[in-house]
């Protein structure tokens, strides 16, 4: 796939967010509308994710030099807040993700 099409489905997929968060927004109810936005986004998510196993395109794998050097020097919590800061990931999700980086490239884990 080129790039061209690759920017095509990513602008359809944030202009679909665009589209949920504006329309929860109209609602009452700030706990229900998060809800309603987290539903809105998984399904929007689940979707692309299906366009691409479609059409047989792999990301790739996003690079976090930050957080591969933060790893590489023994800092894995300020390697976690620096993921979590890149990313807007929660604490587990950080933790974990930081893991499978240092897995993957072969850093300690301390």
Do not use: C
């Not at 679909?16 to 809800?35: H, V």
């Not at 299906?50 to 790893?71: F, W, Y």
């Not at 300020?78 to 890149?86: G, P, S």
């Amino acid at each position: 796939m080129d790039a061209a099409m690759w920017d095509n489905l990513t602008g359809i997929a944030l202009v679909l967010l665009l589209i949920g968060l504006i329309a929860s927004t109209w609602r009452g109810g700030r706990d229900e509308e998060l809800r309603r936005v987290a539903r809105r986004q998984a399904d929007i998510d689940r979707k692309l994710d299906l366009v691409l196993a479609h059409l047989g395109v792999a990301v790739p794998e996003e690079r976090h030099d930050d957080v591969e050097r933060l790893l590489a020097e023994g800092k894995f919590i300020h390697a976690v807040k620096a993921y979590r800061d890149r990313t807007g990931a929660g604490l587990r999700d950080a933790k974990e993700a930081v893991e499978a980086i240092a897995r993957r490239r072969g850093l300690p884990l301390q």
